[in-house]
């Protein structure tokens, strides 16, 4: 019975640490075509630059969100 419930426990615990690596490695690697993030980090530029024109938020929400932006855009950078 004890044999049971130690080959209940091991199975248990490859199942949590099999898990656990899909989690971290799907946490990790973002998967984007080279045409995906050019479109990507086109679409930031053109937000950053014309979005204030069109005065859809204020200038500090402008900012932050350009700062935002420009933080995701190294993020992508660096995952390649």
Do not use: A, P, R, W
């Not at 656990?20 to 973002?30: C, D, E, G, P």
């Not at 024109?53 to 932006?69: D, Y």
């Amino acid at each position: 019975m004890i044999v049971l419930y130690i080959i209940i426990l091991l199975l248990i615990l490859i199942i949590i640490f099999l898990s656990l690596t899909l989690y971290v490695f799907s946490k990790i690697h973002t998967y984007f075509s080279d045409k995906e993030k050019e479109f990507i980090y086109f679409t930031f530029q053109i937000f950053s630059e014309y979005s204030s024109e069109l005065g859809i938020q204020s200038k500090e929400q402008h900012e932050k969100l350009v700062i935002e932006l420009k933080k995701i855009e190294n993020k992508l950078k660096n995952n390649v």
